[in-house]
């Protein structure tokens, strides 16, 4: 099939979902985040047989959108968009600078934006073998990253903030015990709070970890220090006793 008709198809799916959609708001965004580039890409994986619909946005985020969406057997899995912007590309290079596994970078702002993509997708993959709890990521094509939904077929997962916790202690555990996990693989985690952990059946899922770096990045200790600042934050006003320097160690201590 050649290109132009896939991408006819294709458009005439994605317009189906926009006529489905009601407000304004929820039409700005796929039309954002629908340009052609991200329709070619997103027919890939349904030709791959990865993604067979795109249901509805779970979150519209600064850099990007996550949408929630089902596989030809009918699973659902979480899509997450990455937006092609120049501002996007203001915001990541920072991050990608310095991490030795993207020396020689493009300056090319739509390629590091696929590079970030695969970032996320490559990190989730290393934390997952390392046994932290994250989204299976299940494939990645340019801008788009498809994982595994956290969540049921209701709603999707709350996170952290909004989430009913009933046994604090225990949740604290199990996100530092997670944070020492993703140490072990190598990594730091970068942008680790409330916002960016899942609750799924009252256990935490650690999500967005695009920005995660290895331990040789320049700003890998102040970050790891400004992820055991956040969570320590939380948990205190969740009536845990939290000491940061303690933390810190248990969490380099292994
Ligand atoms: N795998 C997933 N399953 C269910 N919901 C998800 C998943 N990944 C992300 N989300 C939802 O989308 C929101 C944004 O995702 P996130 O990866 O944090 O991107 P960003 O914060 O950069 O926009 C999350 O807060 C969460 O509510
Ligand atoms: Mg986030």
Redesign the pocket.
């Known amino acids: 099939m050649s290109k132009d008709k896939m991408y006819e198809l294709l458009e005439k799916k994605i317009d189906a979902l926009r006529k489905k959609d009601k407000g304004d708001e929820e039409r700005k965004t796929y039309d954002e985040v629908f340009d052609r580039h991200a329709l070619l890409s997103i027919y890939k994986l349904m030709c791959d047989g990865i993604i067979d619909t795109i249901d509805y946005p779970?979150?519209?985020?600064?850099?990007?959108?996550?949408f929630?969406g089902s596989t030809p057997e009918k699973n659902n899995i979480?899509i997450?968009i990455y937006r092609v912007s120049t501002a996007t590309f203001r915001n990541l290079s920072k991050y990608v600078i310095g991490d030795p596994r993207f020396k020689g970078l493009h300056k090319n702002y739509r390629k590091l934006i696929h590079t970030w993509a695969r970032k996320?997708f490559r990190n989730l993959k290393r934390m997952r073998e390392g046994g932290v709890s994250v989204?299976t990521p299940f494939s990645c094509h340019n801008n788009v990253l498809v994982?595994?939904?956290?969540?049921d077929d209701v709603s999707?997962?709350?996170?952290l903030k909004d989430a009913h916790v009933e046994d604090a202690k225990k949740m604290f555990r199990q996100v530092v015990n997670n944070t020492k996990k993703i140490y072990k693989t190598g990594l730091v985690h970068g942008?680790l709070s409330e916002?960016?952990i899942?609750v799924k059946e009252n256990k935490p899922?650690i999500?967005?970890?695009?920005q995660a770096v290895t331990l040789e990045h320049f700003s890998a200790e102040d970050w790891l220090k400004r992820d055991v600042k956040n969570v320590a934050r939380y948990f205190r006003k969740r009536g845990v006793e939290v000491k940061e320097d303690d933390l810190l160690k248990r969490i380099i201590g292994g």
């Open positions: 779970i979150s519209t985020g600064k850099e990007g959108n996550v929630k979480a997450k996320e989204p994982m595994e939904y956290i969540g999707p997962s709350p996170m942008d916002y960016n899942l899922v999500i967005d970890v695009a």
